[in-house]
């Protein structure tokens, strides 16, 4: 996660949102939009990686420094511990969408296919090396692939295909590094582990929580 000053908002413009969308935090932090989702209160909502906020009502910003919203939930990760956990972010009317983009989601196998779309990196593709679901403790829930993603693509979508159109997988965390110290392999959070925590941890926003888009 890349640590940058959060431009100021010139106005209330209308703000287009997209996978990868680039998202600057107010107070510090610039990450990758991953999906859009909703609850059972209909609220309008954008989730990213849980290192990318400080704490709920903290303001979020596009990169011309239009308001996007502002985080109404928090679980940290502490990825050094192998925990993983999401922001999400309160819609402003400003913002919309042309469509979800998703058509799925469901957790990926080992072997599956599977590009992230990042500010950082934009587009990568690779394989996915590794799934571990932990039912009982979502949170440290991981799957690992080949795909690259820098700092700045934290919280990206992982997607992968599916027979009728793309299929969100999981989000984007970070890296595991090497012995010589080199970039290793990608780590993401899987979708099912991830809508889990989000139930758990937030009696307002979790209940009915979920994607925009039909579950595999």
């Keep these: 996660m890349f640590v940058a000053a959060s431009p100021m908002p010139t106005a209330a413009a209308s703000v287009g949102l997209a996978p990868g969308t680039k998202l600057f935090f107010r107070g510090g932090g610039e990450c990758s939009l991953g999906f859009l989702a909703t609850n059972a209160a209909g609220d309008r909502l954008a989730v990213t990686a849980g290192h990318c906020a400080n704490d709920v009502d903290q303001e979020v910003l596009s990169e011309h420094g239009n308001r996007i919203g ?34 799925q989601f469901g957790n990926p196998s080992v072997g599956d296919h599977v590009a992230k779309f990042g500010a950082r990196t934009d587009k990568t593709e690779g394989t996915v090396v590794d799934i571990s679901v932990d039912p009982d403790h ?8 080949t795909l690259v993603g820098l700092p700045g693509d934290s919280g990206s979508a992982w997607v992968g295909d599916g027979a009728k159109g793309p299929v969100l997988v999981g989000l984007n965390i970070g890296h595991t590094i090497r012995k010589d110290g080199g970039y290793g392999f990608a780590i993401g959070f899987p979708i099912r582990s991830l809508i889990a925590v989000v139930k758990a941890n937030s009696p307002h926003w979790g209940p009915g929580f979920t994607p925009v888009g039909p579950e595999t």
């Design 138 to 145: 979502p949170w440290r829930s991981q799957m690992e692939s």
């Design 70 to 103: 502002w985080v109404a939930h928090h679980t940290p990760d502490k990825i050094a511990a192998g925990v993983y956990g999401v922001t999400l972010i309160n819609l402003s009317g400003n913002t919309y969408t042309a469509d979800a983009y998703f058509t």
